[in-house]
């Protein structure tokens, strides 16, 4: 399978991988897939999380596998099927799944996340629910079923800690990020680097119309500073939002860092296209405050 998304920059589209585990629909954002390969044995690592399968090398590089079945608490997945081989946060992770179905191209805005009634914020590992002709396919938090596996892969906030004290400052900054975990531990990390003043949203359509009331009362330059923002987030894509800022003469100036697992050479070139000023993958919360650092205070 070819994983490049031929998709217009800033359209607020995204292609999903549709693919059956345990019987029910699931999918993955077609832009973290490097390929689709037939299932092959793998070598069991001692003392590995459970749902582990084990490690194997389909050419030159050491994958680890993932049992999908295990990880939706469907039980332990069968020999056979596929490996759906995915790269983000600069890890390589193949997922065991039974089948696949195909490709839809999704608008962003028809994404709806959980209801707080099916599962919390901070527990879920879906990112949002779409409506393909009647059938609801739930598009999985493929980085927080690996963060649960292994915390390492998550963000390090130690990296902050180890920055050491720092003077407090009222700078700005407007964040877009659907993760109700992951929005909270980058506040929490920019308020201990001295960032105090923060504005956190859900999604781009949050942070985009934040910005629009700030126009609207005159107090723009006040309140956005500095804008921080995931790719994938339901409603709007952290690549539209970007679009509509560039394309905003009271806005275009405004730095916009982008801060994701989605942060490969395909990705990058489309931030690049879109005007964004820095693109960090996920992890590096330590490297994300000195580049805001290079952005606002020299």
Not at 159 to 182: F, K, M, Q, T
Request: with cysteine; net charge negative; charged share 25%.
């Amino acid at each position: 399978m070819d994983s490049k998304i031929l998709l217009e920059n800033g359209t607020n589209e995204l292609e999903v991988l549709e693919f059956v585990v345990g019987g029910n629909s699931y999918g993955i954002n077609v832009a973290k897939i490097r390929e689709i390969i037939p299932y092959q044995p793998v070598t069991m690592v001692p003392n590995a999380h459970p749902s582990i399968e084990g490690i194997f090398m389909p050419r030159d590089f050491m994958i680890t596998a993932i049992d999908l079945s295990n990880c939706l608490q469907l039980g332990e997945g069968k020999p056979g099927g596929l490996f759906i081989v995915t790269n983000f946060n600069n890890l390589d992770i193949a997922f065991h799944v039974e089948s696949v179905v195909g490709i839809h191209r999704v608008s962003w805005a028809d994404i709806v996340k959980p209801s707080a009634t099916v599962v919390s914020a901070e527990d879920g590992i879906s990112t949002g629910i779409i409506n393909i002709n009647g059938k609801l396919i739930i598009i999985l938090d493929f980085e927080k079923i690996v963060a649960d596996i292994n915390p390492d892969t998550g963000l390090k906030v130690s990296e902050v800690e180890a920055l050491g004290v720092r003077e407090r400052n009222d700078i700005p900054i407007l964040i877009a990020e659907d993760s109700a975990l992951l929005n909270a531990l980058i506040c929490d990390s920019l308020k201990k680097a001295g960032y105090c003043n923060v504005i956190s949203c859900e999604n781009g359509k949050e942070a985009w119309n934040v910005i629009q009331d700030c126009k609207a009362r005159g107090v723009l330059e006040e309140h956005v500073k500095l804008v921080i923002t995931d790719i994938e987030m339901p409603q709007m894509d952290g690549h539209h939002l970007l679009k509509l800022i560039r394309e905003d003469s009271e806005t275009e100036d405004i730095p916009v860092m982008i801060f994701s697992s989605l942060i490969n050479d395909d990705m990058r070139r489309k931030g690049e296209a879109l005007g964004a000023n820095v693109q960090l993958t996920k992890p590096e919360i330590g490297n994300l405050v000195r580049e805001i650092d290079a952005l606002v205070l020299s």
